[in-house]
């Protein structure tokens, strides 16, 4: 069977949040057309889901500027703008997504000591989500991913799925997703292909 896995497709990483992706909104129409006619058996979505304070934003570290180097459970941490805080609008799914269609959705980001980029488990991989043990249960035979950023929580989410995930095909529909800076994506591209990533598009998946 194939799923459709949604990452953070969220107010707060599109065009007006509070860590937007440029084009980030782009997303959205390539989420419900392979919703509406990719075939899939279950469709799955990640949330980012962060208490205000967490630890892994800038304001939480006195002195430090968002988009620079930090650490945080003595391992060095990206320090972002608060975003996606749990009960705000910059943290609800975008407006146009079809959410009726969403079977699934699994909250990330919740414990303040530690970030998860991963829609699986936390960037410690000490915690799993729990969202590998429903896919199991559906019986997924393939995944395709799109969302939100492809140079962080995409590639997270995509290379644990291939690990926490055997014998699934994990596929990333590109145009179904946007990232932070031009570089990241091309060395989190490399990395997924090198893992054994297929990277398709949306006819391609429609199609399949």
């Not at 699994?106 to 303040?112: A, I, L, S």
Request: contains cysteine.
């Amino acid at each position: 069977m194939k799923a459709l896995l949604l990452v953070d497709i969220q107010n707060g990483f599109c065009p007006g949040g509070n860590l937007a992706v440029a084009d980030g909104d782009a997303v959205v129409p390539v989420a419900n057309a392979l919703i509406e006619t990719g075939g899939y058996g279950v469709v799955a979505a990640s949330q980012d889901w962060h208490p205000e304070g967490h630890g892994s934003f800038a304001s939480a570290h006195p002195g430090m500027a968002p988009f620079t180097m930090g650490e945080l459970s003595g391992k060095p941490q990206m320090m972002w703008p608060d975003h996606c805080v749990q009960d705000t609008a910059d943290a609800a799914f975008h407006p146009d997504l079809n959410l009726a269609a969403i079977d699934f959705v699994q909250r990330k980001g919740e414990n303040p000591k530690i970030d998860s980029y991963s829609a699986f488990r936390d960037n410690d991989h000490d915690a799993v989500t729990g969202l590998d043990a429903y896919l199991k249960q559906q019986g997924v035979t393939t995944l395709d991913i799109v969302g939100l950023a492809l140079d962080f929580c995409v590639k997270f989410t995509a290379l644990d799925a291939l690990e926490m995930l055997p014998g699934v095909t994990v596929r990333l529909i590109l145009d179904g997703c946007r990232g932070i800076s031009e570089e990241g994506v091309e060395q989190a591209l490399a990395e997924m292909r090198d893992a054994g990533v297929a990277i398709i598009d949306l006819k391609t998946a429609i199609g399949s």
